[in-house]
Each structure stands twice: as structure tokens, then as C-alpha cells.
């Protein structure tokens, strides 16, 4: 299955609102960390992610989440993902994902 992704930069709220809906994976991990990268450079600002329609994530998307993490961490920013499905749920908690993020 494919990547959707839906990028928003939420004055309101500070934060850049991203939707991933699909799945994140070796094949596409790249496009979302081009789309994380391309967002920060506009602007660095607290990022919320949404994972209510994510259907997979592998550790090469986990590994784009954590580094966009350690990118705007140093700048007082952080990262929160919202709605992930009972599968994603049980990695990030397996990776301890879940204390950081959730």
C-alpha cells in the first residue's frame, strides 16, 4: 500500500499537523522524512502527527519520527503522534516510543 501524506502548518496551534495514511516503509520512508525535513525548514515548530489511518509503520519510519525528534528537541520543540492503530500502538510501545510521543 501507499504513502498519503496531508501537511498543514496550524498557526493557531504552532505546530505542523501531519496525516499519514497507508503505510510507512523502506520503500517510502524517504518521502515522509523529505516532507518532515521540507516543513522544519520553513519553519521549526512543534510537530503533531496523526496515525489513525496508518495501517503499518517499520523501523525505517520510526527512525525518520526519531530523527526529526532529535532535530527540533534541541530547539525546545517536541514531537506528539495522536490516534495510532492497536498495531502501531504495540511497536511504539515495544520501542518505548510511546512515553516520548504519545
Not at 534541541?74 to 503522534?81: C, E, H, L, R, S
Not at 492503530?85 to 516510543?97: C, E, P, R, Y
Request: proline share 1%.
Amino acid at each position: 500500500m501507499a504513502l498519503s501524506i496531508n501537511a498543514n502548518n496550524n498557526t493557531e496551534a504552532g505546530a505542523w499537523e501531519f496525516k499519514l495514511v497507508g503505510e510507512v516503509d523502506i520503500s517510502n520512508a524517504h518521502y515522509f522524512k523529505n516532507r518532515l525535513e521540507a516543513a522544519l525548514a520553513e519553519k521549526k515548530q512543534n510537530i503533531l502527527i496523526d496515525l489513525a489511518d496508518l495501517n503499518y509503520i517499520d523501523s525505517t519510519g520510526l527512525g525518520v519520527i526519531i530523527g526529526a525528534y532529535g532535530t527540533i528537541k534541541k530547539d525546545g520543540f517536541g514531537i506528539k503522534v495522536t490516534g495510532p492503530k492497536d498495531n502501531v500502538k504495540k511497536l511504539l510501545g515495544i520501542s518505548g516510543l510511546d512515553k516520548i510521543l504519545c
